[in-house]
């Protein structure tokens, strides 16, 4: 295993010293963690990132990618309501076909607190996470900032119909799909509608409907199995059957969304670049308001406005996060230094409540010390 | 002595009775080598190379790894090795054991019918359930790759030990990823193909270890085994057609013929056998003849595609690696 070289003691008690002032409980975190939750949450693509081991006849493990995930569910066993957590250790990523590092240090933070002040909290983190970045001795940082919401904001906003408006929302984060979509605007897409068996399920209400397509299956002598029941597939069929063809975006429509992804500027000019291009709705505007809220934080915990930006474009590495995104980058290296970012959902597919708030933040010590990765 | 060219191929099972069928048809005859060593052989007619027997599914790795030069094998077995383009040359399709490697869901399943339809019905899976759906598959690297390219992300792959068409009706996933050949059992299964499912559509192939090391004597001895192969398979789809000396009434047809690709030969020609019956009745209507056609056993090349692959393929590594 290649693992990173140590920071010399007196960098990394500079970049670890910020997270002692935040009020937080110093954990650590099991070096297994169970690989079937893990790749339930981050899907199938995480794998290959993964170091997994198994005992003979036992379930199969991963030495720790991160903290996150580990300190969720602990968090959520402890029956608190809110909670942070600081950690400092090693976690593990495979990276196949190059040379970098597969053991790493990670230091990092996570905030729980469903009632709290959620944007001050964000800036909070931000502001941690670039000042222990820049305990490094790096002088070429900067922030880059995101917004996994902003995107769903823009396409309420082009008033598509539902289920173009969905499709399009889950292609955020997935460049294929997302590029699929962009690539058939313009077309007449011509979906298979289901035919006659849709016509006449949407003309029933629903029990009858199930039993009519149970009896069609019985009838074609197919035995239903894979955890799809009857009322799904009714429902679906006569969803697929309402809208006369799969319906694909406008040639300018497609322009609009390539516009917006492309944008990558200082945060007041991206933003203002966002609004040319948008129909402001709702979840826009207060998009919009909470930007601004956060710069203002932002600048008034004494980050330079000239070292901030703000990008449409959406990473798929971000799997666990909704909402606020930022990473600290350094001109020198491809890879982030810190990220962080919102992940509010992820505690309620974790067993959590509906109204949790998570925000966290990772610094890499070894990238963010000026005389470590090159 | 030196060390032979090592070639693997099938140790059991129908594969077996293909490949072996097929070097047999070659001119080339197994001679299991005595004793314990029930895994190694010689084969007669082709100098200087050792057999080794393994399953198809250890060919593929000795290939990759390296530990055998040459190796008869399933092309999906071949790419499900981790970019398969590093370590193995696929060198010739040998037109035997095909299958299709499927995406098939539940036949219930009347709502989906392309990728497009199982993406959207993921996700809304993930959505409802909180859970992923589940593939079963044993061919993991293809199955991760094709679901990429067609955007699809919302799944979890289970490895299916057994038969991998049972895992939905046993509840250990909800659609699966599979080689089929009739697709009978996929039927059998409650299971049907994708519209757009087709991932791969496999066959045999005769394919060369990038990673095992070549010396100047085994690359001959592959040359020398290659173009025996090569020569079986150019002669099975070519004729030989010979008729009487006729003082020049045939040379405008032969000019035209060998123009659209047959051969000469001393007295006639060598066409792809397809054309050979058209090429006769051309030379008999213009009162050329009898036209004998008859199958020839080998056609030897001066060029040998396959032999001319490897070839290149071994010192575009060795470009690579040398001097470093």
């Given at each position: 295993m290649r693992s990173e070289p140590a920071v010399p003691s007196n960098i990394l008690a500079a970049i670890?010293?910020?997270?002692?002032?935040?009020?937080?409980?110093?954990?650590?975190?099991?070096?297994?963690?169970?690989?079937?939750?893990?790749?339930?949450?981050?899907?199938?693509?995480?794998?290959?990132?993964?170091f997994v081991v198994q005992a003979e006849g036992g379930p199969e493990y991963c030495l720790r990618p991160d903290f996150t995930v580990a300190i969720a569910r602990r968090h959520l066993e402890s029956g608190a309501a809110a909670g942070r957590y600081s950690y400092e250790g090693a976690?593990?990523?495979?990276?196949?076909?190059?040379?970098?590092?597969?053991?790493?240090?990670?230091?990092?933070?996570?905030?729980?607190?469903?009632?709290?002040?959620?944007l001050e909290t964000e800036i909070e983190i931000i502001d941690l996470a670039w000042r222990s970045a820049l305990a490094g001795g790096r002088k070429d940082l900067t922030l880059w900032l995101g917004d996994v919401g902003l995107f769903a904001a823009f396409?309420?906003?082009?008033?598509?119909?539902?289920?173009?408006?969905?499709?399009?929302k889950r292609a955020a984060g997935r460049p294929r799909l997302l590029q699929a979509e962009l690539a058939r605007a313009g077309e007449e897409g011509a979906a298979p509608a289901g035919g006659q068996l849709a016509a006449m399920l949407s003309a029933l209400p629903q029990g009858q409907a199930v039993a009519?397509?149970?009896e069609t299956w019985a009838l074609a002598g197919i035995e239903p199995v894979g955890g799809r029941g009857p009322a799904e597939i009714a429902e679906r069929l006569v969803r697929r059957a309402g809208e006369a063809s799969a319906p694909a975006l406008t040639l300018s429509q497609a322009d609009a969304v390539r516009r917006f992804l492309a944008i990558s500027n200082t945060p007041q000019a991206a933003l203002a670049d966002v609004r040319m291009i948008a129909s402001v709705g709702d979840r826009l505007a207060i998009a919009f308001e909470a930007w601004a809220a956060r710069l203002a934080g932002l600048t008034a915990a004494g980050i330079p406005a000239d070292s901030m930006g703000l990008a449409t474009a959406l990473g798929h590495a971000f799997d666990y996060y909704d909402g606020l995104t930022f990473e600290v980058r350094s001109e020198a290296l491809e890879r982030a230094i810190a990220v962080?970012?919102?992940?509010?959902?992820?505690?309620?597919?974790?067993?959590g409540t509906n109204d949790a708030q998570a925000v966290g933040c990772m610094v890499r010590p070894w990238r963010a010390f000026s005389g470590g990765e090159a | 002595m030196s060390e032979p060219l090592i070639i693997a191929v099938p140790s059991k099972g129908r594969p077996k009775e293909q490949v072996d069928a097929w070097l047999a048809d070659c001119g080339l005859e197994i001679q299991a080598g005595g004793g314990s060593r029930g895994y190694v052989a010689a084969l007669k007619g082709a100098p200087g190379v050792q057999l080794r027997l393994l399953s198809a599914g250890d060919i593929a790795d000795a290939?990759?790894?390296?530990?055998?030069?040459?190796?008869?094998?399933?092309?999906?077995?071949?790419?499900?090795?981790?970019d398969m383009q590093a370590g193995i040359v696929?060198?010739?399709?040998?037109?035997?054991?095909?299958?299709?490697?499927?995406?098939?869901?539940?036949?219930?399943?009347?709502?989906?019918?392309?990728?497009?339809?199982?993406?959207?019905?993921?996700?809304?899976?993930l959505a409802r359930t909180g859970r992923r759906m589940r593939v079963a598959t044993k061919y993991v690297a293809q199955t991760r790759a094709f679901f990429a390219k067609n955007g699809l992300a919302d799944y979890r792959i289970t490895e299916s030990g057994g038969a991998t068409e049972g895992a939905p009706a046993a509840g250990a996933a909800e659609f699966i990823v599979d080689i089929t050949t009739t697709g009978a059992t996929l039927t059998a299964n409650g299971l049907k193909v994708l519209s757009d499912g087709l991932i791969l559509r496999s066959q045999f192939h005769l394919a060369a270890s990038l990673r095992a090391s070549w010396s100047a004597d085994q690359l001959q001895a592959a040359e020398a085994f290659l173009r025996v192969i090569e020569a079986r398979a150019v002669a099975k789809t070519s004729a030989t057609l010979i008729w009487p000396a006729d003082g020049g009434a045939s040379d405008a047809i032969v000019e035209a013929l060998v123009a659209a690709g047959a051969s000469r030969r001393p007295s006639g020609l060598l066409a792809p056998a397809g054309e050979a019956s058209e090429a006769a009745t051309r030379l008999t209507a213009a009162g050329v003849g009898p036209v004998s056609v008859s199958r020839p056993d080998f056609v030897f090349d001066t060029e040998c595609k396959p032999f001319d692959v490897l070839k290149r393929s071994i010192s575009d590594i060795g470009v690579k690696t040398g001097g470093f």
């Open positions: 670890r010293a910020p997270f002692a002032g935040v009020g937080a409980q110093a954990v650590d975190a099991p070096l297994l963690q169970p690989l079937s939750l893990l790749l339930d949450l981050a899907g199938e693509t995480m794998r290959q990132r993964l976690a593990f990523r495979a990276v196949p076909d190059s040379d970098g590092a597969e053991e790493c240090l990670q230091i990092g933070l996570e905030v729980f607190d469903p009632a709290g002040p959620a396409v309420d906003g082009l008033d598509l119909p539902p289920t173009l408006t969905a499709r399009l009519l397509l149970e962080g970012g919102r992940y509010d959902s992820l505690l309620a597919r974790l067993g | 290939l990759d790894a390296g530990d055998v030069h040459i190796g008869a094998t399933g092309e999906d077995l071949l790419r499900e090795r981790r696929l060198l010739k399709p040998l037109g035997f054991a095909r299958a299709d490697l499927v995406v098939a869901v539940p036949k219930s399943w009347v709502d989906v019918e392309s990728m497009f339809d199982l993406e959207e019905v993921a996700h809304d899976y």
